[in-house]
C-alpha cells in the first residue's frame, strides 16, 4: 500500500508494523529450531517465547504461564469457550451470550448448541451496551460460562466487565467470564485481575502484529481442558507446531502498542475527533452509531449516511485510495443489513448507509482530513443521484 492510501479498516486487519518485521527476520531465517532444554540453540529460543509470555502477561496483570499463543483470535475463541463448557458439563450445560457478540463467537456457541449444550442470549441497547437485567435474570443453577465481545466491532461500545463480574458472582455457583477482547487489547486498559476476567482472547493482526497469531489468556485455576488433540511441544491448550516468528512479532507489536500507551490513545482520541467533528461541519444528515466520543473505543467511528449505500460509499472511496468497511455485507459476503446494527434498532436503511472508520498506529491528520474531503464530494454525488429522491445538498 503507497503512502497516497489511507487505511480505515483495522477492525478488519492492520499494517505489520516495521520494527514487527524487522524482529520476525532473524526467526524465519536464521534462528529456525524449536525451543529445547539440552542444547544452546533449544535453550535461546526457549528464552525468547519466556520473554514474549512476559511481556504480554505484564500488559494485562496476568502471569506469564496463564498465557497461551494461537492462530488466531478465533482459535483463542474455540480453545477458551469450548475448553470451559466441555470440562464443566457435570455441573451444567448452560451459558450466557448476546445478540451483538462477533460472530467468530456466535459461531462457537452455535457449535456447542449442536452438541446438547443451551445458551441463553442477551441484549444491548441503541448504543450497545449490554442489557445486564437480562444477565441477571439469565442466570440459572446450571450457568457455566458468561461470554461477551469487550469493544463491539460495528458500534465501538466497551462493555463494562467488572459491572458483569459483579453479577456473575452474585450467583451461588462458580460462572466463568469470558472476554473476546480482539478490540479492546490495545485500545483501553485492561487488567484481568480488576476486572475479574478468566478467560480472554486476542488477535495480533489487529494492532499491527502478523497475521495468524493471536493469544488466550486463561486465569489459574479455570477448570479447562484440551479441545485439540497432536503433539504437545509447548502449550497443552494449542498442540502442534510453533511459530516463533509470530510469537517474537506477538511480543513486538505488544511493546510497541504499550510502551507509549497514553500518547497513543490520545492520538487515536484526536483523529477520532477530528474525523468525527468535520463530518458532522461538512456532511448533513448523518447519525453517529454507537456512544458518544469519550465513551466508546478512541479508535472507532461509526456513521450512517442517509439516503444513500455505505456498500457504493466505500466504493467511491476506494477510487481515492481510501478504504473504509461498511455496515452492510461486513460479517458476510452479501448484502445483508448488519445484525448487530439491526439488533439495536436501527432500520435497513440506516444499517445499509453505515460506514464504519478504524484507526490503528499509521492513521495520519492528513489522511483524516483527505478522507473528509473525499466523503463530502461522494455524498453529494450519491445523493443527487439517490433514487430515495433526497434533493442535492
Known amino acids: 500500500m503507497s503512502e497516497k492510501e489511507v487505511y480505515l479498516d483495522s477492525c478488519k486487519t492492520s499494517k505489520l508494523a516495521p520494527e514487527v518485521l524487522e524482529a520476525m527476520m532473524p526467526y524465519m531465517t536464521d534462528k529456525y529450531w524449536y525451543p529445547g532444554s ?3 540453540i533449544g535453550t535461546e529460543i526457549a528464552e525468547v517465547i519466556e520473554d514474549a509470555q512476559a511481556r504480554v502477561a505484564d500488559s494485562m496483570n496476568a502471569e506469564p504461564e496463564e498465557i497461551t499463543f494461537t492462530s488466531g483470535g478465533t482459535d483463542a475463541n474455540n480453545i477458551a469457550i469450548q475448553g470451559i463448557m466441555q470440562a464443566n458439563k457435570d455441573r451444567g450445560k448452560h451459558f450466557i451470550c448476546s445478540t451483538v457478540s462477533h460472530p467468530s463467537v456466535l459461531a462457537v456457541f452455535q457449535g456447542l448448541e449442536k452438541q446438547g449444550f443451551e445458551g441463553t442470549y442477551i441484549s444491548a441497547n441503541k448504543d450497545g451496551y449490554l442489557n445486564l437485567e437480562e444477565l441477571k435474570a439469565a442466570i440459572r443453577p446450571d450457568t457455566v460460562l458468561a461470554a461477551f465481545t469487550h469493544i463491539n466491532h460495528i458500534l465501538g461500545t466497551i462493555q463494562d466487565a467488572k459491572a458483569i463480574r459483579d453479577i456473575l458472582d452474585q450467583a451461588d455457583q462458580k460462572i466463568y467470564l469470558f472476554m473476546d477482547s480482539c478490540e479492546a487489547y490495545t485500545k483501553i486498559p485492561l487488567d484481568v485481575n480488576e476486572l475479574g476476567i478468566d ?19 486463561v486465569k489459574k485455576g479455570t477448570k479447562i481442558i484440551p479441545t485439540q488433540f497432536g503433539i504437545v511441544r509447548l502449550y497443552k491448550l494449542k498442540p502442534g507446531a510453533i511459530n516463533i516468528p509470530g510469537i517474537v512479532g506477538a511480543a513486538k507489536a505488544v511493546e510497541l502498542a504499550f510502551t507509549d500507551f497514553d500518547i497513543q490513545i490520545a492520538h487515536y482520541r484526536e483523529l477520532q475527533k477530528l474525523l468525527y467533528d468535520e463530518i458532522m461541519r461538512r456532511i448533513p444528515d448523518v447519525v453517529l452509531n454507537g456512544p458518544p466520543l469519550g465513551e466508546r473505543s478512541p479508535a472507532h467511528l461509526n456513521i450512517t449516511f442517509r439516503y444513500i449505500e455505505g456498500e457504493a460509499i466505500m466504493m467511491m472511496l476506494d477510487f481515492d485510495n481510501i478504504h473504509v468497511e461498511t455496515g452492510s455485507a461486513c460479517s458476510s459476503q452479501n448484502l445483508q443489513p448488519n445484525y448487530i446494527l439491526m439488533n439495536t434498532g436501527r432500520t435497513h436503511e440506516e444499517s445499509h448507509g453505515s460506514v ?5 498506529r499509521f492513521v495520519t491528520k492528513e489522511g483524516i482530513l483527505k478522507t473528509v474531503d473525499a466523503l463530502e464530494k ?15 445538498q
Open 356 to 360: 464504519r472508520f478504524t484507526l490503528d
Open 378 to 392: 461522494t455524498a453529494k454525488e450519491l445523493r443527487r443521484r439517490s433514487p430515495l429522491g433526497k434533493k442535492e
Open 199 to 217: 478467560a480472554l482472547s486476542i488477535s495480533v493482526h489487529k494492532f499491527n502484529g502478523p497475521k495468524c497469531m493471536g493469544i488466550l489468556y
Open 38 to 40: 539440552f542444547t544452546s
